[in-house]
Every structure is written in C-alpha cells, then in structure tokens.
C-alpha cells in the first residue's frame, strides 16, 4: 500500500520551529524530513562492482567509532535558520556539561552552513559564525566530550529541483558552493585535535541531492578536506535520508580506513514520526509493544544493514567497516512507554552490532526529545531507556524549579511535549 503525504507547507508555515516536519517552509528550506521508509522500501541497486573492491583496513574508523560510543545530538540548534530560530538554541555550557555528566560521549553538532555562506563565490562563511561554532566547540572540549560536526539542511541544494528531480543546470553551482564552503570549514578547524572532532559530509541526501550527486560530492570533496585534515575521521551519511539500504550505493573515497558510515534509524515510522510524517493522534497513537515479531523486523534491519556494509566494503580489520548510528528517536504521541521500550531495544540492538550511537536529540525538536526547555521537564522513562541515571538531571536547570515527567504517567496526555502533538503537519490518504 503506498501512502501519500499531502503537502505540508502550510502545516510547517504555522508550526514552523516546533516540529522536525517536513519537506519546505516559506523560505525553500527544509526543515525536516518528509521521510519515506529508509530502510525496505528503496529499490536496491546492485553492487557487484564490490566484488572488485580491494579490502581496506578500516581500523583507524573502528578506533574512532568505538570511542564515539554513545552520544547526543545537539539538534535545532546550529542546523535550524538561526541558532535560537526553532527554539533549542542557544547552546549553552551547562547544557554540554550535564550531558556529560549523563554520559554521552559525543555530541553530533549538526550545521546549516548554507545559512552562513554567501551564495556568490567565493561563498565565504560569516568569520562571526566560525567564531560563534568555536565557542561551542569548546563546551565540548572542557566536558571532555567528542563532536562529530556536519553539513545539515543544506537547502538551497536539498530543494532544488525540477520536476521533482535534482535540478542538473544547477548541479555544477551547487557542488562548487559545498566544495568551497568544505574547503573554509577544513582550512578553520584544521587544528582541532583528531581525536575530539570529525567531520560528516552531508546530512541526509535526498531530493536535489541525487545518490549520484550525493556521490560526486564525496569523491570531490575529499582531497579538499583531506589536504589540512590527513588525520581526521570523516563520516559519511547514506542516500536517502540516511537510511541502511544507501550502503549499497554509497561510493566511499578509495582506500580510505579512516571513515565512518553514518545510517539514521526511525523505523517503523509509523511510530516513530507520529506529528511529523503523520498525524499524531493522542487518542490512538501507534503503540511499539517489544513483540517478538516487532523485535525480530528491528534486529533484521541490523543484521542486513552489517552485511550490506560488510559485502560492499571488504575490510581487512577484524571489525568491518564501523557504523555510526547518527540519529534515532521517536517523537511523542501519548505514547512514552512505546517510544522507551523502542529505545531500549534499538539501544541494545546498536551495542551487540558493535556501533555507536547519536539520540535525536536533546531538546526542542518537536517530540523527539528527553529535556522539554519551555516546561524545564525530563521523560524518565525516555532517560532510562538510554540507560542514563534520571536522578542525575534533578535540580537542572537552576534557578527554575525543574520537575520531572514520571514513567508511570507514560500514556497520560499531561506527559506529551505540547511541541509535538501540536505538531501534527500532515496526513495521509491512501
Ligand atoms: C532532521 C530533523 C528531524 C529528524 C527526525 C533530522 O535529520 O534534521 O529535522 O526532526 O531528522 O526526523
């Protein structure tokens, strides 16, 4: 059965900075995606030119992925049209240092560098937002934590289309653009210890980004950033929307084991984009019980997702090319003891797949989030699905009389994030 989204522009025009809804605002930007399952329904291309490939030793991104462990995605923040635009900004140090103090390893810092950079050449970046991103870059480093920082909602390109197709009179301008704007981006962090920063290509190519372009882009790219970053760990997102099937037609830079693939896992979506993908009906909100059939379709995706990787890039390490888990999540529907025990699985699933991890995120993005900044309220049972201590975030953040939403209020109305049930931005038809 297909299933049709109807258009959202309105939907996002009203609620625009609430929600991680989809496809464009007014502007043309995306502002979160309009997400067609990532994972079985993508035609597979066939990669039989993997045969061929030469094994690479990946040791040096397994090295880097097993420290990344697990960690949080500072969403809506540096990605959203301004840092304080849909609410999550501004990024402050208390904010790095509890989620140190909770555990999280990594922060995944996503940017919107398109906002920053000029669009005629030489597309030179804001020096005030360089500057601005270094600051935060610091929170991190004094919290002893790890930042893996991208190319996020690159809109111009991401939107650009003809026809529902990527726009190729433009693809020249656009590849350019993020060549040169890379190029600035490799030039001011060069000096950024190896250890604590690495850099991702590009969050989810879809749309104007072809799995061509997207691919161009990597293969271009690369001698560009690995000319002032030799030693860096680079990342790399999967097409569509970063889901597990683009492994198959990702074409990684050659002979590179300092890599690391990142995929985003959501599914079913039918759960986890309730307010964003489709309605969210408090009423009857589509519920994940930990069934063994619902168990089994997630531990499938990856089982498939380590083979897809394992058949495309032969490795010589021990470990296999690493994955990175970027983002996962699901956003609240009257729903929280669903979104816990699926949290809780797919944590347990990434750790015996040996991959690391990045939650969609921390707070302000629509539903997803464990931290509620407006009512200064945590989801319990969302931080102990991530295996965090939830006594750790009492008192945050002073002077404001922090509460915390129980576990066992789970399906009660009064726990939901106002953000997401008001974030009901499409609906679907048959
Ligand atoms: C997007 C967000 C969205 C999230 C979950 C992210 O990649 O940037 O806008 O809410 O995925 O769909």
Not at 120 to 132: G, H, N, Q, S, W
Not at 218 to 239: A, C
Not at 270 to 297: F, I, M, Y
Not at 367 to 387: C, H, I, P
Request: hydrophobic letters at 35%.
């Amino acid at each position: 059965m297909k299933q049709k989204f109807l258009s959202q522009i309105l939907p996002c025009m009203v609620i625009f900075g609430l929600c991680g809804c989809s496809s464009s605002d007014s502007d043309g930007n995306i502002v979160g995606p309009d997400r067609k399952s990532s994972a079985a329904e993508e035609p597979i291309e066939s990669s039989s030119s993997a045969k061929e490939v030469t094994p690479v030793d990946y040791s040096k991104g397994a090295a880097m992925n097993k420290k990344l462990g697990n960690g949080i995605n500072f969403g809506n923040t540096f990605d959203a049209t301004c840092e304080t635009c849909w609410g999550a900004g501004p990024v402050k140090p208390e904010q790095v240092a509890l989620m140190a103090k909770l555990g999280f390893k990594t922060a995944r810092l996503p940017v919107r560098w398109d906002e920053a950079a000029s669009k005629e050449a030489p597309y030179t970046i804001k020096p005030e937002y360089i500057a601005r991103i270094k600051e935060v870059l610091g929170y991190f480093k004094d919290n002893n934590m790890r930042v893996m920082m991208n190319m996020h909602h690159h809109a111009s390109f991401l939107n650009d289309m003809v026809n529902g197709m990527p726009n190729e009179a433009n693809a020249e301008y656009n590849l350019t653009r993020v060549d040169s704007i890379w190029a600035q981006i490799s030039r001011e962090f060069k000096d950024y210890d190896n250890d604590f920063l690495l850099f991702e290509l590009f969050n989810e190519p879809v749309n104007g980004v072809s799995s061509d372009l997207y691919n161009t882009m990597i293969q271009r790219t690369y001698p560009i950033i690995r000319k002032h970053n030799p030693g860096r760990t680079l990342v790399y997102n999967t097409y569509p929307w970063g889901g597990y099937a683009g492994i198959k037609k990702l074409v990684l830079p050659e002979n590179d084991g300092n890599v690391i693939i990142d995929v985003h896992y959501y599914e079913p979506q039918l759960l986890t984009h309730q307010g964003h993908n489709t309605k969210c009906d408090v009423n009857n909100p589509v519920k994940w019980l930990g069934s063994r059939a619902e168990k089994s379709k997630i531990s499938t995706d990856f089982d498939n997702m380590r083979a897809y990787a394992d058949a495309r890039f032969p490795a010589t390490n021990p470990e296999g090319i690493p994955i990175t888990i970027g983002e996962f999540g699901v956003s609240t529907c009257n729903n929280l003891d669903s979104k816990a025990k699926w949290i809780e699985f797919v944590v347990e699933t990434m750790d015996s797949h040996d991959m690391s991890w990045q939650y969609w995120a921390f707070t302000s993005v629509g539903g997803f989030e464990f931290y509620n900044k407006k009512s200064n309220t945590w989801e319990v049972s969302t931080l102990e699905a991530l295996g965090i201590d939830p006594s750790l975030v009492e008192g945050q953040f002073p002077p404001s009389s922090a509460s915390i939403s129980s576990s066992s209020s789970t399906e009660s109305s009064s726990s939901i994030d106002t953000s997401s049930s008001e974030a009901t931005s499409s609906s679907s038809e048959e």
